[in-house]
């Protein structure tokens, strides 16, 4: 059965970073397409970063430069590194898999960016 | 990349049909095989209930169906239940491994 767990998600001040982890159990991280999808509270959802099996990264406009996503195929855990925070990133932060679609999806872990 | 565009809310009776509506552009919707749809349940993780546009995962009931025409993709519900009541988000590939996801809609059961 595939899992993923999301942790690392908190208060932050603007300009500060953050790292977010996605521990996954039941398949091999670096053998799927992975993604990190936000949601703001009450809003819609939002992609943020892909990362290709391959290695290759990918980010939407609002968070390159900014954001970098990685994996650890040791411990089978997925990243996303957060630098410059502002409170347009505050969001749950959901890790996924991309497969059939976004097809596996985490519990989230929110990320709130406040002074 | 902007939004792609979904009604704010849709209602019907049970057992009715409903249909939402996800409109985008030449660029994203128009242009891919890949769309696909997530019901979230209010503070629960979203769930892909269709992908590759019609494509029904295992588990789905299969009163849930995809299509698209142009650059307009549609989730429709047939026999609309009460636990069909959520919000639902369409989502698009745009090409290099980048996606859009639709402004949500939100399904009442009467």
């Known amino acids: 059965e595939v899992q993923l767990v999301e942790s690392g998600g908190g208060l932050i001040q603007p300009g500060g970073s953050l790292r977010l982890s996605c521990a996954a159990s039941?398949?091999?991280?670096?053998?799927?397409?992975m993604a990190w999808v936000r949601q703001a509270p009450g809003k819609g959802l939002d992609w943020v970063s892909f990362l290709h099996s391959d290695s290759s990264t990918y980010y939407a406009d609002s968070v390159k430069g900014r954001f970098t996503i990685s994996r650890d195929s040791s411990i089978n855990t997925l990243y996303l590194q957060m630098n410059s925070l502002g409170a347009e990133d505050t969001a749950v932060y959901y890790c996924v898999t991309s497969a059939g679609g976004f097809d596996s999806w985490g519990q989230g872990t929110l990320v709130t960016v406040s002074s | 990349q902007s939004a792609l565009t979904q009604p704010r809310s849709v209602s019907g009776s049970p057992g009715q049909s409903v249909t939402i509506s996800c409109t985008g552009t030449?660029?994203?919707?128009?242009?891919?095989?890949?769309v696909s749809w997530y019901q979230q349940y209010p503070g629960k993780a979203p769930r892909v209930m269709i992908y590759?546009?019609?494509q029904r995962p295992s588990g789905v009931p299969d009163r849930f169906s995809g299509s698209k025409s142009g650059n307009t993709a549609s989730l429709t519900i047939s026999g609309l239940q009460a636990e069909d009541e959520a919000d639902y988000f369409c989502c698009s590939y745009v090409g290099t491994y980048t996606f859009v996801f639709g402004t949500g809609t939100t399904v009442s059961v009467l």
């Open positions: 590759d546009v019609h």
């Open positions: 030449s660029s994203d919707v128009g242009d891919t095989y890949y």
């Open positions: 039941g398949f091999t991280v670096s053998r799927r397409h």
